[in-house]
């Protein structure tokens, strides 16, 4: 039954068209233990996934770009992270296409840097308070201001751990503000955003919230990019968990090559989510 299913899903998916293409997003996911993984790409406009490569890294993607090349499609932007590999990889082989960094990725980044600096302060804390109420607020500090919950005091919890921590309500408040980027008038109104937060940033004399601006500023090309291309890798995220509702579905499957062809089909196929 096996086989029949997967020479159905070859000859439907195995080589999907390529023709009007635009727009791409390309992330990478693990699949399951021994840190494996599959580099997948996405047609941004449909939710098509276009390509799943074994591994992960720039040698992945080289499949890719030859049927691309042969496709002669005109990629007009492509959404990453911040990979030196993947912007590298599409530099060279779709050349006009414009870079647009991943907000989400962005944000995340910055929230890592958040949360090295609450782990910083409570081993340098020297009072039992200070290092309890810096204990329970890790998740405080990276939800979402709007997603606190009053029942359970999250708010009065976090402005607790911030009035102790002059440096961490510093850091705290430049990672909100960053997400206002992408909610200027235009690009030179985001430039100037950008500009400034990083000024603010370098001020602050917080190491780690430093070495982050610098990364920023140095890659502010492509996170301008995205107010002429407003796309992201965010579409992958549903990719990535119905390819894990799919992982959970066949436990135990060790046919990769089928497995990477129910990728193919998954924009077509509706999978209840499973716990």
Partial sequence: MKEIVKTDLAKRYARPPLAGVRLLAIDEISIGHGHRYFTVVLDWESGRVLF???GKGA?????FWRRLKRARVRIQAVA??????????VETHVPDAKIVFDRFHIVKLLNDKLSDLRRQLYRQATDDLQKQVLKGTRWLLLKHPDN?????????????????NESLATAYYLKEDLRELWNQGGKAQARQFLRSWYLLAMASGIR??????RTLLAHATGILAWYDHPISTGPLEGTNNKIKTIQRQHYGLRDQEFFRLKIYGLHRTKYALVG
């Fill in 52 to 54: 799943v490569g074994k």
């Fill in 59 to 63: 040698d992945a993607l080289l499949p």
């Fill in 148 to 164: 606190l919950d009053l029942q359970r005091n999250e708010r009065a919890r976090l402005e607790e751990a911030l009035k102790l």
């Fill in 80 to 89: 990453i992270d911040m990979s030196a590999a993947y912007e590298s990889a």
């Fill in 208 to 213: 780690l919230i430093q070495q982050f601006a």
